[in-house]
């Protein structure tokens, strides 16, 4: 298999590099600096002599010379969706093309929301460079915003996404997760080789593999904190981080003794800098070091880890539960018992009545669990074209999230817990 590099050495060693053929899908949230992912593969690929293809949907022509004014040559070229779309033909916009390099080829789609003008453009970038390119959709979510229909937008995916995998050539899209459905997505993740997600938690930010093809290694399924040094992008291994949120009991502590950085490194033999990192979790301490900072904090070691860890616990007691409705029908209701970033699970509770009718597949679309445990009564699941009977104590594992009808058979109330385990597929 033909691997290419993404640019960042983190990333290449995390998915096993880029192979030829693959779309890679980013799901990305506000904040989290998915375009320098962007910035980092367009320069490698321009430092390796391969054509750059830049659909631009979100960014004008001078933003992208500005970002991209030390790459700009003959191997890169700008497919312009954004002066006749967003940019709405303004005077501003179209100055960057009197005032670009020559060099720097062009094309602008007169009408973007016309796909098939589109697909033109493209075709003819395709037919004047002599090797095949690598390309940048730099927001799905911006085609949509003036194709003002996910359908059509799913119509264009579903034309590229094959064709540039038979190509054997590597395209990146980028879309912004909370701006489509849970069925776009899901669409998405079926068609296309790889998807990265991107999100931020607190001031942590974290990238996950939701889908890879054609590799063994799942260790990119897990979440993995990066981090932004000197330019470049650095992706911690799973292993560098400690099991509990430590770094931050630590500095509780040291506050509340009114204890600087500096003052917490002197007694324990260590730089500020390393304090600082063991705070943010970004570093382990050695056993020693975190001896010593227990000591120097006043606290047993027991005592700490009893703590932080008896914190990452969280017992839900069902009243808790049932007091959050997610939705429900005349017949079915649907309680959240938790869903974040690692697992997503549900109570669902039927009336005691004939329900085929009612419960149609969409209603569960989007919870896409991989585990069924019945905890009361008995139901009929339908899952694509397999059946399945199962009563009191039965479970159903699903390798893949799916899509599900129930029915419930027994005539009786029925309880049913639905997971989705986010990092396991």
Known sequence: MQKISSGIIGLDRLIDYLYLGDNVVWEVDAGTFYDIFIKKFVEKSIQ??????????????????????????????????????????????????????????????????????????????????????????????????????????????????????????VAYWILEKDAHSQKFKANLRHITQVVLELYRRKEKF????????????????????????????????????????????????????????????????????????????????????????CNALGVKISDLLNEVFEKDLCIIKREKTLSQLYKKNSVISVYKIVSDEELKAFLVKFKGEETSQSVRQDFFYELEPNFIYILKGKVFLNIGNSNFNLQTGDGLYLRKAVSLKLENKGGENTEILLIKSICSF
């Open 48 to 169: 390796e002599s391969r054509e750059v293809v830049y659909i631009n949907f979100n960014k004008s022509v001078q933003s992208l010379l500005k970002e991209y004014g030390g790459y700009v040559n003959k191997n890169f070229h700008i497919i312009d969706c954004f002066t006749s779309g967003k940019g709405k033909n303004d005077i501003t916009f179209l100055k960057s093309y009197s005032e670009k390099p020559e060099q720097f080829d062009i094309i602008k789609v007169l009408n973007p929301s016309n796909l098939d003008e589109l697909i033109s453009a493209i075709n003819s970038v395709e037919n004047r460079i002599k090797s095949l390119p690598v390309y940048i959709f730099d927001s799905l979510t911006g085609m949509q915003d003036f194709l003002r229909d996910e359908t059509a937008t799913y119509g264009f995916f579903t034309y590229m996404c094959p064709r540039l995998f038979d190509l054997d050539s």
């Open 206 to 293: 974290f990238i996950k593999a939701l889908k890879l093809s054609r590799r063994a290694n799942r260790e990119a399924f897990k979440p993995h904190t990066y981090e932004f040094v000197n330019g470049d992008i650095i992706i911690k291994s799973q292993e560098q981080d400690f099991p509990f949120d430590i770094g931050s009991k630590i500095r509780e502590l040291r506050i509340l003794k009114n204890m600087s950085q500096k003052e917490l490194a002197q007694k324990v033999n260590l730089t500020p800098g390393s304090i600082s990192q063991i705070e943010n979790n970004q570093i382990v301490p050695s056993i020693i070091s975190f001896i010593q900072i």
